[in-house]
């Protein structure tokens, strides 16, 4: 179940995966960045300097789109679909052991990431935002508004 | 693929859903809360006055808790398994019609919920947090610190 990309680190420990899944998702569309390499992406997406990105969305879900100007901040869930999915304990770069839940690594049991955007523009189909760190072509799995306190 | 449990009202628009799945998921375990029925679940957890929940993990990822009690709120995932997902306009009750993405409406193509949560307290396999509003036995996705910025 795991890629032949990314090994284990001694110490590091892995667990057999469930024998089944339990749900599925669908890619509602992709995200384009700048990125095309792991190693070029930033560490944290940057609301206010970082660069424009573009949340494709797949035509079947364009009209649920609607509305979505009025909100200048927007939650985006995405697929972080490189990653093995088994590692319970891991050793990221220059920091000691810990557990998966314990880190945002994109290594975990269900690899969604989540990060809170800014809404720059509306194109159709597609929204410009800025604050984003992920490889282009990231399949996109969800956009919400940011709840209000 | 929608469960009968929820109508369409009119003015609200369905789309056929794609023919396949495109990436799937494990349940991690569950959410155990005081809510058994959805009327009975408040419309935003409380992080400060909300009632004590339990995360429960299953065995298999219970290492993966390894170092969390450092982190004093927690972003949880779960998956809000009894909504329709076909919707891309919604009517909310009491608001205008809009588009699924620019609302928070569990009814949504990948029905997957974030919360930001506080961590009260570790048992074995077992974080209790405060701040959530989802229903008794909702199936746990993921639990991952919350960035700092």
Redesign the interface.
Known sequence: MSTADEGIRPGE?A????AA????????GHIRTPWREREQCPR?GDRDAGPDCRLE?EP?????????A??AEL?V?Y?M?FAR?DL??QIPRGE?????????SPV???P?A?SIVRLIGIEPGTLVVRGLDCLDGT?L?????V?KP
Chains 1, 2 share one sequence.
């Not at 079947?60 to 979505?68: F, K, T, Y």
């Open positions: 420990i667990v057999d995966l469930p899944f339990d749900a599925s998702l669908y890619f509602i944290q969305i079947r879900w364009h009209q649920a789109l609607e509305g979505i009025r909100h939650q869930m697929w679909n999915r319970v304990l000691d052991k810990q557990g998966t839940f314990a880190l945002r975990r049991p269900n969604i989540s399949p799995l969800d956009v919400k508004p709840h």
